[in-house]
């Protein structure tokens, strides 16, 4: 059943801000978001199981899986925060079927514009700079998605994923600095290329141990110029972003079948929900956090690398 997502932002009244954007202050906006609300806003409704004073976790409502967040330092300090993907949690050193361990990070008075979209499945959290969508394209933003893809097989246990960046098994991002590291958020879909793509790992989908690379289907004909100087745009299209098994073509599973006859392996994985590439990109003339309409109001994120801003997201209706 299609679902409405709540929206969320950092200058709702009442809404928690970064501050120093240290690891308890960050996890507080995402507290605020998935558990206890704030101000007027209800919240998603995640369950809170770890809360230690460097690790937490939270678990959705659809799958039951879970995500971890923990210090990238084993400090409560603006280096970082980590974010795991886990199908059970027993405490914060002792978890089962883990995604790549990757990360976010916010500086102050940069990034500091945070947005989360989200549903009692599945939620996306943007932390970008203030102003125009036409910033240096190297500045830091950080963006990533959490919960259970849309539009995957029935039964399949393995959709619950969190996303930071699809171009590294492992992001340290201690030493990076506020105009660094623009690939690691998922907005860099803006840009990759497949063959610059690790891919994330999801497990089979019988709740086995075994897992695949994933990477995103996108349109590889899709030129990197012009951008739109006007905010009329006549005709575009909106593709779903799906995520396909990065060696459908030769692999096979556990059992020995192709993975394009798989059931266990799906060639095809589900869809980011809400998400969407556009053919055409959009004007840079727009401000954060700017939403542009194709029958729903879609959320435009942030590109990187001085390129056309061509992801957008569904803000009224999700696919389940």
């Known amino acids: ?38 101000g007027s806003k209800l919240p998603l409704g995640w369950i809170k199981e770890l809360n230690e004073s460097l690790a937490c976790s939270y678990k959705n409502l659809g799958s039951g899986h879970s995500v971890v967040f923990s210090s990238s330092t084993g400090l409560d300090d603006d280096k970082g925060v980590r974010v795991q993907s886990a199908r059970n949690v027993i405490d914060a050193d002792n978890l089962e079927n883990t995604g790549w361990k990757q990360a976010f990070k916010v500086f102050k008075d940069k990034n500091i ?22 910033m240096p394209g190297t500045n830091h933003q950080s963006g990533f998605f959490v919960g259970d893809l849309a539009n995957a097989n029935t039964g399949d246990s393995g959709k619950f994923v969190a996303i930071c960046s699809f171009i590294s098994e492992n992001e340290h991002l201690e030493g990076t600095s506020a105009t660094s590291a623009y690939g690691t958020n998922i907005m860099f879909l803006n840009y990759a290329e497949q063959n610059a793509l690790k891919g994330i790992k999801i497990y089979d989908a019988d709740g086995g141990t075994e897992f695949s690379l994933y990477v995103p289907h996108e349109l590889p004909f899709r030129t990197a110029t012009p951008i739109p100087t006007t905010n009329i745009i006549p005709s575009n299209t909106l593709s779903k ?80």
């Open 113 to 134: 514009a945070w947005v989360v979209v989200g549903t009692d499945k599945a939620f996306y959290c943007f932390f970008c700079d203030v102003g125009s969508y036409d």
């Open 1 to 38: 059943m299609p679902q409405t997502p709540t929206i969320y932002r950092w200058d709702d009244p009442g809404a928690p801000q970064s501050g120093n954007c240290t690891y308890s202050e960050l996890v507080n906006i995402l507290d605020k978001c998935l558990v206890t609300g704030y």
């Open 241 to 320: 972003v799906h995520l396909f098994h990065k060696y459908y073509s030769s692999a096979i599973d556990i059992n020995g079948t192709p993975i394009i006859e798989s059931a266990i392996t799906p060639a095809v994985r589900g869809s980011l929900p809400g998400l969407n590439s556009t053919l055409v990109g959009h004007p840079e003339n727009m401000v954060w956090p700017a939403t542009v309409n194709y029958g729903d109001n879609y959320l435009l994120l942030k590109a990187v690398n001085n390129i056309p801003n061509r992801l957008v997201l569904n803000i009224e209706v999700w696919d389940d």
